[in-house]
Each structure stands twice: as structure tokens, then as C-alpha cells.
Antibody, heavy 119, light 109 residues
Framework: EVQLLESGGGLVQPGGSLRLSCAAS????????MIWVRQAPGKGLEYISS????????SYADSVKGRFTISRDNSKNTLYLQMNSLRAEDTAVYYC????????????WGQGTLVTVSS | EVVLTQSPGTLSLSPGERATLSCRAS???????LGWYQQKPGQAPRLLIY???NRATGIPDRFSGSGSGTDFTLTISRLEPEDFAVYYC??????????FGQGTKLEIK
């Protein structure tokens, strides 16, 4: 059974940093593109960042470029999101998800972790 | 950037009725990269349809997807009580790599 378990969320002050983790199991982690998607309270889904299976290629939404860094450790089956210079508008539930090769869509999702940026 | 516009914003129907949800792209999207998700309150999204018309694992056959180019549709043939939720379309390609529609809320009439 595929499982994606996010952790690391919490309350942080504006300008602060936080690192999210997503522990994966039940599939060959290194074979999948992994993605972070967020959802602000009462809002829709927003793509944040993605990384290839080998970690050779990463992509970011303009809203987080230069502030967030995605990474992965295939030996630990874990995806990360380092978030720096956090702003109030980064407040959201952050989901990790995966994309099978040959498909452009996300077939499994974690339960999400809440990040609140507030003073 | 590919912008996905979903309509209607809210759809009010009764159980047993047919639901038709639309997703229009600002430029042509590869059908293989268009998907639909269902999200219930307090839950993560769930993939319903991938590649525009393929049901994901475990998805009932009352859910179907169609379309190509810039116009895509999610149809629920006969609504069950558990189908009332928010639905999002999503595409892959371009910059940013992935975009979502703003969502359609399917509510009980």
C-alpha cells in the first residue's frame, strides 16, 4: 500500500524557516517524480515544487522561487521542502504527492501538514 | 502559463441526477496530461481521472472524463450522497509545470 506521510508543519513567524518532510513507502520511491502542492485555508490547490526521481531536475512555482528548496533522499525514501523567508501568504496545508512516469497527474497524496506563518 | 477555468463554480444537484463539470484551458493541453480530483472537507485530494478519460484505481464507473484540446468534461452519471465534494482539474506542461483549476463545488440541492 502506498503511503505518504508529511511532517514538520507548525507555527512560524514571518521571515522564519521551516523544513517539511514526506516519508514514502509502498512503492519504488526513486522511480517517481515527487511534488509539493499546497492549499491555503478555504482556497484551491496550488503547485509549489517538483523533483525528478534522481533529484537531477527541480522546478518551482514563481510564488516560492528563491525561497523554497525541494530535495529528496532516495536512500531514506523521503522528500523534503526547505522553506525560508516565510510570509503570511505561505500559510497553507502542504501535501506531498507523486506522479507516475508517462502520466501528468498525481496518483497518491499524503494527508498534509499545516504551516501557519504568523507573529 | 496554462490557465484552467472550471465551470460552474458551484453546482447544486440532487442524488440520482447527472453532473457535468467543465474545465477549459487557455491553450491546448495534451489529453494524456489532464486529470480530475475529488476533495472532501478535511481530506487530501483523490485522483479520479487521469489522461482525460481513464478512471483511477478503485473509482466507480459512474465517473467518466472526456475532452481534448482546450475543453474537458467530468461527468458523474448518477450522483451518490458521497459524491458531493469539490472537484479540481489539473494539467501538466509548460510553465509552471503543473496548474489546477479553481475548483467546482458540487453541493446537495
Amino acid at each position: 500500500e502506498v503511503q505518504l506521510l508529511e511532517s514538520g508543519g507548525g507555527l512560524v513567524q514571518p521571515g522564519g524557516s521551516l523544513r517539511l518532510s514526506c516519508a514514502a513507502s509502498g512503492f519504488t520511491f526513486s522511480s517517481y517524480v515527487m511534488i509539493w502542492v499546497r492549499q491555503a485555508p478555504g482556497k484551491g490547490l496550488e503547485y509549489i515544487s517538483s523533483v525528478s526521481g534522481s533529484a537531477a531536475a527541480a522546478s518551482y512555482a514563481d510564488s516560492v522561487k528563491g525561497r523554497f528548496t525541494i530535495s529528496r533522499d532516495n536512500s531514506k525514501n523521503t522528500l523534503y521542502l526547505q522553506m525560508n523567508s516565510l510570509r503570511a501568504e505561505d500559510t497553507a496545508v502542504y501535501y506531498c504527492t507523486k506522479r507516475p512516469g508517462g502520466s501528468g497527474n498525481f496518483d497518491s497524496w499524503g494527508q498534509g501538514t499545516l504551516v501557519t506563518v504568523s507573529s | 502559463e496554462v490557465v484552467l477555468t472550471q465551470s460552474p463554480g458551484t453546482l447544486s444537484l440532487s442524488p440520482g441526477e447527472r453532473a457535468t463539470l467543465s474545465c477549459r484551458a487557455s491553450q491546448s493541453v495534451s489529453s494524456s496530461n489532464l486529470g480530475w480530483y475529488q476533495q472532501k472537507p478535511g481530506q487530501a485530494p483523490r485522483l479520479l481521472i487521469y489522461g482525460a478519460s481513464n478512471r483511477a484505481t478503485g473509482i466507480p464507473d459512474r465517473f467518466s472524463g472526456s475532452g481534448s484540446g482546450t475543453d474537458f468534461t467530468l461527468t458523474i452519471s448518477r450522483l451518490e450522497p458521497e459524491d458531493f465534494a469539490v472537484y479540481y482539474c489539473q494539467q501538466y506542461g509548460g510553465s509552471p509545470l503543473y496548474t489546477f483549476g479553481q475548483g467546482t463545488k458540487l453541493e446537495i440541492k
